[in-house]
């Protein structure tokens, strides 16, 4: 959740450093480490923000004086990053009680600013494109060769497409309002249809939007737009059609027969907070090195919150603080033994941002640690046999089910126009789950409407799938020797490859897009599952 958010904020935060030295971290980090208890929101100034801008744009236009213009980009960084930090602190905020208004208040009006400041941040570079300092500006000691090449272009943020956003922002913020409703209503009751049927209208009303966002930056499908301009993936949609054809045809039957299992019994007991958090912490300090490190400040600095509430959003995720230069983990338990890999999971992603200050890679690599992590906690946390059992059979159902999830959106968004309603999007899900064999565990017809990703984060889910993958690998080769798997996790840790099959070359490991790699997951799988 929220990766758009976090990818911008860190990026940010790396230019910084390259504009003042790795000190300025080293600074950051001494005197702003707060608990998070003590972190403070500001509701941000957007006429503050704008005068900021406005003075940095004409730094960058008039300014021949190159530390001057330091300055000026650093003033509209700051107030940039300002923004998000307390974007996000607000989002935390209202996901921990989704019946505050207050802090609802907050959430919905950050969200409709960040448009702005996104346009803000591009337009600042479109004015360094016009720079007397260009030149030195592309300098190895400032941006690099060719980071402008992209601004050079017609400014494709207008104020239509920014309007776009901000009404993508207020469709989205709608989402978070009525699965707070629907929570409040009984499954199958005549109400819970009603509010389905508005939630699928909303998603319908999404698609369309989304296809008006895509169409702006001249992108003839939101897919297309969405797998450049926000995942940096290294694979085609093509490549992922194909991928999951052969989940469909090697994995859906093995799917099928865990209808006829015990699996799920063990992850389903009673397992409280203490008991999580400790699991987690055990495997961590049986870790060791960043991994340990990154939990024990988690852990003094209460960046996370794995509490019980009815009235928390229910889902998970893990959020860079940019502002504090910390992680922060958010979990809305179910009070269960698999709340453990969902911790894991979030842990994950806390360790890739602790290790690189703010990562900047693609979605696609950073679920490599977080699905690692909880492969790796099978291996150094107590009492793992049954819930390795368990997280192998989920790996199955993260091959297959986040592949129909996936196989659902791309069909979606190819659906023309005048074909896509409500009554389509029903009968397309009902195709999809048919197709990867939901039926032998059972569905319903609605659940599509509680795939959050579908709302907030589209064309996310497929980063779940390739890199569970090579979260597994990390599996593997733990299991075939004792430390393995943990060294290529923490080697890894701190990587600047953003690109997914780059990243995969460069930390040793097989592309999923193998052939016979899929048969290469059936035998493992099975070995554990039958």
Not at 12 to 34: E, F, H, K, W
Not at 214 to 238: F, H, K, L
Not at 481 to 491: H, M, P, R, T, W
Request: one cysteine or more; glycine letters at 6%.
């Amino acid at each position: 959740m929220s990766q758009k958010i976090i990818k911008l904020t860190s990026f940010i935060l790396l230019v910084c450093v390259l504009l003042s030295g790795c000190s300025v971290l080293d600074g950051l980090l001494a005197t702003r480490l707060v608990r998070y208890d003590r972190m403070e929101y500001v509701r941000p100034d957007m006429d503050e923000f704008d005068a900021v801008l406005e003075r940095s744009c004409a730094s960058a236009l008039e300014e021949t004086d190159i530390k001057e213009l330091e300055t000026a980009i650093l003033n509209f960084y700051d107030v940039y990053d300002d923004f998000y930090t307390n974007f996000s602190l607000a989002m935390i905020a209202h996901s921990r009680d989704l019946s505050d208004i207050y802090w609802e208040g907050e959430y919905v009006y950050c969200n409709a600013q960040s448009a702005t400041a996104d346009a803000g941040l591009d337009q600042l570079y479109r004015c360094l494109v016009k720079s007397p300092l260009r030149q030195t500006l592309e300098g190895e000691d400032y941006f690099g060769a060719g980071f402008f090449d992209d601004y050079d272009t017609d400014n494709r943020w207008t104020s239509a497409f920014t309007a776009l956003l901000e009404e993508e922002a207020r469709l989205e913020s709608e989402y978070y309002r009525l699965t707070s409703e629907l929570s409040n209503l009984r499954s199958g009751s005549d109400e819970y249809s009603d509010m389905a049927e508005r939630m699928a209208q909303l998603l319908v009303d999404l698609i369309n939007l989304r296809r008006d966002i895509a169409s702006q930056w001249g992108y003839d499908s939101y897919m297309d737009y969405a797998w450049d301009v926000y995942y940096y993936r290294d694979y085609t949609p093509e490549q992922m059609e194909r991928y999951m054809a052969d989940i469909v045809r090697v994995l859906v039957p093995l799917y099928e027969q865990l209808a006829d299992t015990d699996v799920w019994s063990y992850s389903g007991r009673y397992a409280d907070e203490a008991q999580t958090f400790a699991f987690v912490r055990t495997a961590a300090m049986q870790m060791g090195g960043t991994v340990a490190e990154a939990f024990l400040l988690m852990e003094s600095e209460s960046l996370y919150d794995i509490s019980y509430s009815p009235d928390k959003y229910p889902t998970s995720f893990e959020m860079y603080l940019t502002g504090y230069g910390v992680p922060f983990v958010y979990l809305c338990p179910e009070r269960e033994v698999y709340d453990r890999l969902t911790f894991a999971h979030e842990f994950g992603h806390f360790c890739n941002d602790y290790a690189s200050e703010g990562t900047s890679v693609g979605v696609d690599v950073l679920e490599v640690f977080s699905q690692g992590m909880e492969y790796l906690t099978l291996c150094y946390g107590l009492d793992t046999d049954a819930l390795t059992r368990v997280k192998l059979a989920d790996s199955l159902c993260v091959y297959v089910e986040q592949s129909a999830f996936a196989a659902f959106e791309h069909r979606a968004y190819a659906m023309p126009e005048e074909e896509l309603s409500v009554d389509t999007l029903y009968d397309l899900y009902d195709r999809v789950a048919t197709e990867y064999g939901f039926g032998s565990i059972g569905y319903d017809a609605n659940e599509f409407i509680t795939v959050s990703h579908f709302y907030t984060n589209p064309f996310y889910i497929d980063s779940y799938v390739v890199s569970n993958d090579a979260a597994l690998q990390l599996y593997q080769k733990e299991q075939a020797q004792a430390g393995n798997g943990l060294k290529i996790f923490e080697e890894s840790l701190a990587t600047e490859e953003g690109y997914f099959l780059a990243f995969l070359e460069e930390a040793g490991l097989d592309s999923p897009f193998t052939p016979g790699r899929m048969e290469t997951v059936k035998n493992t799988l099975s070995q554990v599952l039958q």
